[in-house]
């Protein structure tokens, strides 16, 4: 399985960018998709996470700014993110739950991150 993230950058304050994030492989289903991220000399943290009935879930600091949705067809999740701040600066990682098998078990995998930088 491959996870390939992309949509990072540079961007301003009030900007915006859109990160995906594409699952590839013998893949039978994809449950949770998710985004997290890392600050410099913080814990990575939840940002946002969808299931595969859509219900979403999002951090505090970032609802109402930021959409996770979905294309169960591409097996790819994307993170729209509205509004940026300086404190949105992280490396960002997605998150997947993968089943190899039908009624199999679960598994996680981490993309590779990908870089935020929002700055004047």
């Known amino acids: 399985v491959q996870l390939q993230a992309s949509g990072g950058g540079l961007v301003r304050p009030g900007g915006s960018l859109r990160l995906s994030c594409a699952a590839s492989?013998?893949?039978?289903?994809?449950?949770?998709m998710a985004w997290y991220r890392q600050a410099p000399g913080k814990q990575r943290e939840l940002v946002a996470a969808?299931?595969?009935?859509?219900?979403?879930n999002y951090a505090a600091s970032v609802k109402g700014r930021f959409t996770i949705s979905r294309d169960n067809a591409k097996n790819t999740v994307y993170l729209q993110m509205n509004s940026l701040k300086p404190e949105d600066t992280a490396v960002y990682y997605c998150?997947?739950?993968?089943?190899?098998?039908?009624?199999?078990?679960?598994?996680?995998?981490w993309g590779q991150g990908t870089q935020v930088t929002v700055s004047s």
């Open positions: 998150n997947v739950d993968i089943a190899f098998t039908e009624g199999g078990n679960d598994y996680r995998y």
């Open positions: 969808i299931t595969g009935g859509g219900s979403t």
């Open positions: 492989g013998n893949i039978f289903s994809i449950s949770v």
